[in-house]
């Protein structure tokens, strides 16, 4: 038997590699020390037997096999071209180890290999695993998991994510009980529905204390995880593409990347690794020194109704509140006057544009914004030259049921992502334009991971020739957000709810796997489109820097007082947003559970600030102290309040905050917290702190 290590920052991955069968993860946990004896792990994990069980116990491999009487789910399920089950015994084939350590496995005589690879980074924090399945000949994969990981023991519940069009994020816990709790998202793509996440928090863990582990695949193509307590008590955790995704034999299968975080200070912790892995990892910043933009984006303005006068005059608006980069959304391609037709045709509607896009482009460059363009590329109506000319381009049966009165185009096909980098491209070439809104408003017919493939390749191909351009993954707001997706894009929207309250919570949420940089934000109008609801100005704007700003409303609709609010929120945003760009969201546990607060802190923990929202009325009537996170407990910090005209007059009492700077000891703001000034509900404090 030999062991393996795997450690990034606080956490370690131990493999033991039997003579006979798969590697097994004996240990998954908190950093252990360097000179732990790997053996001894191994040894102190087998379980005893009893009786009703096996003569031995079937061991919980990186694949748990059938053939190996492994009484649970197994972890590949493969047939024959002619639909035979095989069912193959691996043995130990190479191992290699340089950054990465890849582990290889293979069946001579069914002509299979198996590998496991594994990288870790010490800087984020995140174990990175993946499976590929190689095979001589042709054969059917049903289920192929990335490394299977066994599950905490001293854990009731799992927390895993759920959600809606406008309500996206939504966690979803579940207590661990004999059998399985599965994930299966077959709709072709991540899905407001199914984001491709899993905390597996200790028993006592809050966000910001105890231990916490936690899985994200990164696949965009829709997930299947499933987590499974056996008869014996062993739980063991499986992530993959979603059932049926991979229909045609094949002869290479591979997973996508599964990122582990694990955490002894909260769920925050693993939230943590995830936000720096994103931004400092999986994302490709075409400028990674500029700040990101403060953005204009016209849907919610005028909808399909585009005129150079509107858009010019709100542009001149946008700018003088703050905006730099302005996105011109769906409306503006031939024939689009709705959402009924179009798609497919990405040329200029000479009707709305009769000199073309131009003189708008020029317009906002001259207000000193850059420009952004909408696209759907993976769409199509059937009313659309497109169609007309190809039908036979459209993914699934003609009679399907319709999203959103639109068609999947069939991107497998090389023929249909040629024609759609050419018609971006051309649009693209012929612009100075430096940002694509990239939207995917409906399900696909049927989950197909060569679909997911071909749109990453037509991305892949589209940011190649165009280096310099910033993508924006939407999908009916939140429904294709991950790590896949990501690799090749910059942002995402994350909800077309421009209602504070309710991104109050979804961004709060979402922050267990987002960091703010690459989470867009936006004002929305005074009446929201969406819930009906008003809200006051500052709570819209503040919310809407909590992340990557924007604004969406119609700009002629703000009072002189409600401008003046906003370009002073997003003067804060644009002097503070170069060092929350590399800072932590770390989620506050707040004493009143209509609080939803986090404190984004600096790396080197020399400045932070937080964000108190108030998400209704509080039970009681004072405000609860709120209690910070992750300072040195003996160093001094000043914190103040950034909006202190935004208290109300109903607070008529003397509270620090209230009228200037405090200085306390880092523990004493962790250990008891401060008091808040009373807050009107819909309302957010924003307390900003640096360290003496
Ligand atoms: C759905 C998006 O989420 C909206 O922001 C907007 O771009 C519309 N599509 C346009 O059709």
Known sequence: MTHHRLDAARQTLVLATPANGLPICTYWGARLPDNADLAAVATASELDLTGGMLDANPALTLCPQSSAAFPGQPGLVVRSVDGAPLRPVFSKAATKRSDALSLSYGDAALGLTLTFRFTADEATGVITASTTLGSTSPILCDWLAAPVLPGPQLADGMIDVAGRWCD???????????????????????????????????????????????LHYGWSGGHRMLAEELPDGRRQVQFGHASGSDLLPGQRFVTAPLYLAFSDTGLTGCAV????????????????????????????????????????????????????????????????????????????????????????????????????????????????????????????PMDQPLGRGQFVLDLAKTDVRDNMFNQISTILDAHQIDYIKWDHNRVLPFNDAAQTRGTLDLLHRLRTTHPKLEIESCA??????????????????????????????????????????????????????TTGRIHSISFRAWVAAQRHMGFEMDPRELTEDEAATLTKVTAWYKANRDWLRTADILRLDSADPTVIAEQQQAADGSRFVVFAGHAGTSAQIAPRPLRLTGLDPTATYTIDLANRNDISSLSRGTPALKSGPVTLTGRSLMSQGIALPYALPDSMWIIEGHRA
């Open 168 to 214: 996206e994020f939504q966690p979803v816990t579940t207590s661990w009980s004999a059998g399985i709790r599965t994930r299966d998202n077959r709709t072709g793509r991540t899905g407001h529905e199914h984001v491709p996440l899993l905390y597996l928090p200790a028993r006592g863990c809050t966000n910001t204390g105890g231990e916490a582990h936690a």
């Open 273 to 396: 690794s995830f936000q720096r892995h994103l931004r400092d990892r999986i994302v490709n910043w075409p400028k990674p020194d500029t700040p990101r933009p403060v953005h204009y984006n016209c849907w919610e303005a005028i909808y399909f109704d585009h005129s150079l006068d509107a858009l010019t005059a709100i542009a001149d608006r946008a700018a003088a509140l703050g905006a730099e980069r302005f996105v011109l959304d769906d409306g503006w391609f031939k024939g689009r006057d709705d959402d009924t037709t179009s798609l497919g045709d990405w040329t200029i509607d000479t009707a709305k544009w009769p000199d073309g896009l131009t003189p708008l482009i020029d317009h906002v460059h001259s207000l000193g914004m850059t420009f952004g363009l909408w696209f759907e590329p993976e769409m199509v109506n059937a009313d659309s030259d497109l169609a007309r000319a190809h039908p036979d381009w459209i993914l699934g």
């Open 476 to 529: 009916s707001g939140g429904g294709r957000i991950d790590f896949g997706i990501l690799h090749h894009t910059q942002r995402v929207w994350l909800s077309d709810s421009n209602d504070a309250l309710s991104r109050l919570r979804i961004q709060h949420d979402a922050a267990l796997l987002l960091p703010a940089c690459v989470t867009g934000s936006h004002v929305g109008p005074r009446v929201c489109h």
